[in-house]
């Protein structure tokens, strides 16, 4: 599995991003890893636009409550198990099940809950965003890591990298 580093540069404008958008076309970064995020509507509709996942918590949502919907969902099946209703034998495979349907219920309602909270690893970002400023997100293979920074440093001055994220899984 190739891993990934999320790389975020912030730019002066749309006119910077579709310059940018070009250049990482050239270094051969597909436009399915290329992301951008700005005010709404001010994004022109030939820039990959960020979607749900990158611009919400729903990823994060739907970890957290499949760990939490799993943990309640154990719990509940030991309870039934140990406790069983009266006429009812109960098998230590209810707890599994309990389980695994609690995780799917925590993940579900979890993420939907998530996808209108806006995406926390973007909220240093906002005050540029708010500006008329854009957001670009790459998702460059680790091995190319330093090279397209550095690319970036000498052709787009006007660029100001924001940092990365760990790494990314992939196959978003």
């Known amino acids: 599995m190739l891993m990934r580093r999320r790389l975020y540069f912030v730019l002066p404008d749309s006119e910077s991003a579709r310059g940018m958008l070009d250049e990482m076309l050239l270094t051969r970064i597909e436009v399915k890893h290329i992301h951008f995020l700005a005010k709404r509507g001010a994004l022109p509709p030939d820039l990959p636009e960020a979607n749900v996942l990158q611009k919400t918590d729903i990823v994060h ?32 495979v209810a707890v599994l099940i309990a389980a695994l349907l609690g995780a799917l ?68």
């Open 61 to 92: 949502g739907a970890q957290l409550g499949m760990v939490i919907g799993g943990i309640a969902g154990t719990i509940g099946g030991v309870l039934v198990v140990l406790f069983p209703p009266e006429g009812v034998s109960l098998q230590l």
């Open 105 to 172: 219920f925590g993940t579900w309602a979890s993420s939907m809950a998530a996808s209108a909270v806006p995406n926390s690893k973007l909220k240093a970002f906002h005050p540029f965003i708010e500006q008329g400023k854009v957001l670009m997100m790459v998702d460059v293979p680790m091995r190319r890591v330093q090279e397209i920074s550095d690319l970036v440093a000498r052709r787009h001055p006007e660029a100001v990298a924001g940092g990365f994220e760990p790494t990314i899984p992939a196959f978003p």
